[in-house]
């Protein structure tokens, strides 16, 4: 489709078209599908100026119609226009998804209300399609999180990852330890809350990360006490205390309670240093009292009962790339590995140590003080890893695996970045990361994928900088009323 971001798998296109008029309605087939027929009411209304009404019931001819069809393969959705609009998928965020391609096919080449006839039938090339910004770091305003929510749905990013915490700032609002989020950059636990469901209603699911232990500057000056070492480190949590697990597991429950949706929690993982352990009291009675050999085996005991606790809550542990091969304490399989570096480990060797792994590759996924440029990703394959650093594995020559059921997807990772550069750095970098992930097999043309880029963006455009806001609108008025 000529329209369309990521490109649907399978468009059967009919003669005539269709068009929705004031007596037009969203008919929700399903309660649970109500929230998303609110959601798209004014967004067909800022693209046709049409205000539809949203109800649960019958469709008739003239409606968009949304509907659950449990039979549908896993996460698939069937865009059918003929004297209605029709969109079904296997689950509501199917569904959504669905609803997308509609709004993005929607008065091409026809007035601003028409659609061609056709039939959609389309599904992602993997589960997990992810964006990770970092609120640590750079701490962002509340309504621009709601912006990055709007834009992963417009290109069928299913999860948004949210980097909480860092050695700068901690930005969840502790109820247990109301001293640890950092002044003037956490959120509210309202805030927090209402952006869980602002995604939730538009079919993306947002995944905390808690960085431990290390990249914890933040929560160990707050904190001293109970997670630092003795002598007291400078950036990482001490693993030989009790205390320590004990406020970690007061915290993963307070994110878990907010973050109901996601599946995963992050746990970070990655660079820490270590240089307080070897003097650490409690470091050194914890490696005797568990039979550890050094430091490593006691960063993998740490991250042993980190997957208990966050396990006991309910929730599946995401880790980036921290840990190497080998050693005598072996790390449960069922923790999801970011490989981003491919310096501690690599994907073909996690994949084959039986490991699920998702390609955040530094070169060409990550935005940061290094930003690649949209042709790059679009020459990318979700198989593919490279690195900029001579130190990684995947310098150079890059590694490349074959297609695995274990490779669960992709993400881009925005390190760093002040909110004002967030999205017109993210833009057209994640659509076209959305592109190779929906469609993993397909060579993308260049000429034709920025054709359709500059018809999604301009769209997009639309729904992120409405200039005639209204209160029920979930949009973002940056510009005056005129």
Request: proline letters at 7%.
């Amino acid at each position: 489709m000529k329209s369309c971001i990521p490109a649907p798998k399978s468009c059967h296109l009919v003669t005539g078209g269709m068009e929705l008029t004031p007596s037009s309605r969203i008919v929700a087939r399903q309660k649970s599908l109500l929230p998303l027929g609110r959601v798209l009411a004014p967004e067909v209304e800022v693209l046709t100026a049409l205000q539809l009404r949203v109800i649960q019931g019958q469709p008739q001819a003239g409606d968009i119609c949304l509907a659950v069809r449990r039979e549908s393969p896993r996460d698939s959705y069937e865009l059918r226009v003929d004297d209605a609009i029709r969109i079904e998928g296997e689950n509501c965020d199917a569904v959504a998804t669905g609803s997308v391609t509609m709004l993005q096919t929607l008065g091409m080449g026809t007035r601003p209300a028409g659609i061609r006839r056709q039939v959609v039938r389309d599904e992602p090339g993997f589960a997990y399609r992810g964006l990770m910004v970092d609120l640590a770091r750079n701490w962002h305003p509340f309504e621009s999180l709601k912006q990055l929510v709007v834009l992963c749905r417009w290109y069928k990013i299913n999860c948004l990852h949210l980097h909480l915490t860092d050695n700068e700032s901690f930005t969840f609002p502790s109820a247990s330890q109301p001293s640890l989020p950092t002044p003037g950059r956490h959120y509210s636990l309202d805030q927090l809350r209402e952006l869980e469901t602002f995604a939730a209603d538009r079919g993306v699911t947002l995944v905390p990360e808690l960085d431990v232990p290390g990249h914890a500057r933040s929560l160990l000056q707050a904190l001293p006490r109970f997670v630092g070492c003795a002598p007291l480190g400078t950036r990482d949590l001490c693993p030989g205390r009790e205390s320590t697990y004990r406020v970690l597991d007061e915290l993963i429950g307070e994110m878990c309670a907010v973050f109901r949706r996601s599946p995963w929690f992050h746990l970070g993982a990655d660079e820490s240093e270590r240089t307080s352990w070897p003097g650490c009291r409690h470091c050194r009675a914890a490696k005797a009292q568990h039979g550890l050999a050094d430091d490593e085996e006691l960063y993998r005991h740490f991250l042993l009962r980190m997957h208990r606790i966050v396990r006991a809550h309910g929730k599946k542990t995401m880790v980036w790339e921290g840990f190497g091969p080998g050693g005598r304490l072996r790390l449960p399989r069922d923790i999801t590995v970011m490989v981003f570096e491919s310096d501690y480990h690599t994907a073909p060797a996690l994949l084959a140590d039986g490991y699920t792994v998702i390609n955040t590759s530094w070169r060409p996924l990550y935005v940061c003080e290094r930003r690649w440029p949209t042709q790059t990703i679009c020459r990318w394959t979700p198989y593919r890893w490279e690195s900029p650093w001579r130190r990684s594995k995947a310098y150079g020559r890059g590694i490349d695996i074959t297609p695995s059921p274990r490779l669960a997807g992709a993400q881009m990772c925005s390190w760093g970045l002040p909110e004002a550069a967030e999205l017109p750095s993210l833009r057209e970098r994640l659509a076209a990361m959305s592109e190779k992930v929906w469609n993993p097999a397909a060579d993308v043309a260049l000429g034709e994928f920025f054709k359709r880029l500059e018809q999604t963006d301009q769209r997009l455009d639309k729904m992120l900088f409405t200039a005639r806001p209204r209160a029920a609108w979930p949009f973002f008025a940056l510009e005056p009323d005129s």
